[in-house]
């Protein structure tokens, strides 16, 4: 049986049995955690696992400030491929690709997704597993979830965290991320964990935080399942005629790369598009005028990743160096 705080209780300090100590210093958010624990509970998690999630877990201050200091990136695009393309990250990139490159082969084998695109992703998203975030990833979610401006979300969140670490992948203490909560070296949220998150070592833990095999299937299963493609790469850089309409830049406008050829795009260097007819768009991941990009599905799928044509073009800008192209 489950109980709540009423607000008398509240005010009169009652020690009610169903309120975990570690939740008592703060009222309020006792009385939110007790509901959390029944809707948890509910939905099969079991008590050992809440207990053990929640042991000194409190609001934290500092995630607050941060979802609440979410500025438009002041950066032009120009400026963010310089930072995230760097030749820093490409030689690290290139290192990685090697070293890794038998198991990269097998993951590309299995999922169908080039080990370019794989080691691009890692870099941009961790620095290849170096900066994974050092939030307590239930403390970050239940921050948020408690907060109210996205509750729906982050409690959604928070519950399949508590999935996670239910089905024994994972420690409480372990489970590290970033304050908005996305963990791992392939920076997932736990719902993107529980529908792509892939045990390739076949331990029985589908590990993303420590085990390169897991991380590598994980990034790559979850490419497969938005709908990646192998057989083509994810577009280029384009020169656009004198008089190209701007309106025709846009994701929404898809044609076959001969209607492109006809209305005079060209490869950056001036030659002809590639003859195969690959369904493309065009598009200026920053302003009109700047650089021009024509792609293909596999954009497509990295935008499911990340919503940002900056952070797409970037993955496929690094893909492409990282691949000596």
């Known amino acids: 049986m489950h109980f709540r705080i009423t607000a008398i209780a509240i005010a009169l300090g009652a020690a009610i049995v169903a309120v975990p100590a570690y939740a008592q210093t703060d009222p309020a958010f006792a009385a939110w955690l007790t509901e959390f624990r029944t809707e948890a509970l509910d939905a099969g998690i079991r008590n050992e696992t809440f207990e053990a999630s929640f042991a000194g877990v409190a609001p934290i201050p500092r995630i607050i400030e941060l979802d609440r200091r979410q500025p438009e990136s002041t950066l032009t695009f120009e400026q963010y491929v310089d930072r995230i393309v760097s030749k820093a990250r490409v030689d690290r990139g290139r290192a990685r690709l090697s ?4 198991l990269l082969r097998e993951v590309a084998a299995k999922f169908g997704v080039q080990p370019r695109f794989i080691v691009a992703l890692w870099g941009i998203e961790t620095n290849f597993g170096q900066n994974t975030g050092g939030f307590s990833v239930i403390a970050a979610l239940a921050t948020l979830a408690y907060d109210g401006r996205r509750s729906k979300f982050f409690r959604r969140e928070l519950l399949d965290a508590l999935r996670i670490v239910d089905q024994g992948h994972i420690r409480p203490e372990a489970m590290k991320g970033s304050w908005a909560g ?40 979850y490419l497969s399942g938005v709908g990646w493609r192998p ?11 004198e008089g190209f309409d701007p309106a025709l830049a846009d994701l929404k406008v898809v044609k076959k790369m ?29 302003k009109v005028g700047g650089p021009a990009y024509i792609v293909y599905d596999n954009y497509r799928a990295l935008l499911r990743w990340n919503r940002s044509l900056y952070f797409a073009t970037a993955v496929g800008l690094l893909s492409d160096k990282i691949a000596g192209r």
């Open 231 to 241: 057989d083509i790469t994810w577009g280029r850089e384009v020169r656009l005629p």
């Open 258 to 286: 001969s209607e492109w050829q006809a209305l005079g795009v060209r490869r950056a260097d001036g030659t002809d598009l590639p003859k195969r007819e690959i369904a493309a768009s065009v598009v200026y991941p920053g």
């Open 99 to 102: 070293e890794n490159s038998p």
């Open 182 to 221: 996305a963990m791992g070296q392939s920076q997932f949220m736990p719902s993107s964990f529980m529908n792509y998150a892939y045990d390739y070592d076949g331990d029985g833990a589908k590990d993303i935080w420590n085990t390169s095999a897991d991380v590598f299937a994980s990034a790559a299963n």
